[in-house]
């Protein structure tokens, strides 16, 4: 199978490249991709750059130049339950775009006709991952994460995405990946470890944090491959 692994920065996929050692690199609209094998798995590994926009067209362009059948999203966040500490492991059970905003049309934030304010992540996708998790004996926690294109470090802006989408972590990729995935039928799987808090220290926790959390998350991930069926 042909499984695609992304990040949205060099840091995030850094572990992954040093991990599957020998793999080609192919430049194509703007971005590296690398390909290898792996776990009995051919895999396509990229980072986006971050944000919404960067992010959906890698993750286009891996479905649509690289075939892949399934897509994994590997990368940091804010954490914003009390239950996620820097270092813990967050997996998407739905995704939304907390800075979508047309509610001067009575639509709900986050809402864009003909889509949905959450996208669900693949369920068997996040069955493996369980599994994973006990069998590493890893916590794991399974919640919503928002999207946005903001660094968010108010203690304000979070307390408002928590209130408005019931959100555990946020970041500013996941929910456009999910909506490539989602219109293109690819089964997807947005993991992220919690590089800060997203409040008043977030961009200092972040600087502190990023590499040691992107390890966690890379390191789940590949054990994740190596669970995958054919
Ligand atoms: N320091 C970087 C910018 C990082 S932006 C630079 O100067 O280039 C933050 C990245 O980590 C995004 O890819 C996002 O998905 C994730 N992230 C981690 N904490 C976040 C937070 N508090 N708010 C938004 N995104 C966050």
């Given at each position: 199978?042909?499984?695609a692994?992304m990040?949205?920065?060099?840091?995030e996929?850094d572990?992954?490249?040093?991990?599957?050692?020998?793999?080609?690199?192919i430049?194509?609209?703007?971005?590296?991709f690398?390909?290898?094998?792996?776990?009995?798995h051919?895999?396509?590994?990229?980072?986006?750059?971050i944000g919404?926009?960067?992010?959906?067209?890698?993750?286009?362009v891996?479905?649509?130049?690289?075939?892949?059948?399934k897509?994994?999203?590997?990368?940091?966040?804010?954490g914003?339950s009390?239950?996620?500490?820097?270092?813990?492991?967050?997996?998407a059970?739905a995704?939304?775009?907390?800075?979508?905003d047309?509610?001067?049309?009575?639509?709900?934030?986050?809402?864009?006709p003909?889509?949905?304010?959450?996208?669900?992540?693949?369920?068997?996708?996040?069955a493996i991952?369980?599994k994973?998790?006990a069998?590493?004996?890893?916590?794991?926690?399974?919640?919503?994460i928002?999207?946005g294109?903001?660094?968010?470090a108010?203690?304000?802006?979070?307390?408002?995405?928590?209130?408005?989408?019931?959100?555990?972590a946020?970041?500013?990729?996941?929910?456009?990946?999910?909506?490539?995935c989602?219109?293109f039928?690819?089964?997807?799987?947005v993991?992220?470890?919690?590089?800060?808090t997203?409040?008043g220290?977030?961009g200092m926790?972040?600087?502190t944090?990023?590499?040691?959390s992107?390890?966690?998350?890379?390191k789940?991930i590949?054990?994740?491959?190596?669970?995958?069926?054919?």
């Amino acid at each position: 199978m042909k499984i695609a692994i992304m990040g949205a920065m060099r840091e995030e996929i850094d572990p992954i490249l040093e991990t599957v050692g020998n793999y080609t690199t192919i430049e194509h609209a703007g971005n590296v991709f690398y390909e290898c094998t792996y776990g009995g798995h051919e895999l396509v590994i990229a980072y986006s750059k971050i944000g919404k926009v960067f992010s959906a067209i890698t993750a286009s362009v891996m479905i649509e130049r690289f075939h892949a059948e399934k897509l994994l999203f590997s990368g940091v966040a804010g954490g914003i339950s009390k239950d996620l500490k820097i270092g813990d492991l967050v997996m998407a059970s739905a995704l939304c775009q907390h800075d979508v905003d047309i509610t001067a049309f009575g639509h709900p934030f986050g809402f864009i006709p003909e889509g949905s304010v959450m996208i669900e992540a693949d369920k068997s996708l996040l069955a493996i991952a369980s599994k994973v998790a006990a069998d590493l004996s890893v916590k794991v926690k399974e919640g919503i994460i928002a999207t946005g294109d903001q660094f968010v470090a108010s203690a304000e802006r979070k307390a408002w995405i928590e209130a408005t989408f019931k959100a555990d972590a946020l970041e500013m990729e996941g929910a456009s990946v999910a909506c490539v995935c989602h219109n293109f039928n690819v089964p997807f799987f947005v993991l992220r470890a919690i590089s800060d808090t997203a409040d008043g220290d977030a961009g200092m926790d972040f600087d502190t944090f990023l590499k040691s959390s992107a390890k966690v998350s890379a390191k789940f991930i590949l054990t994740m491959v190596e669970h995958l069926g054919d």
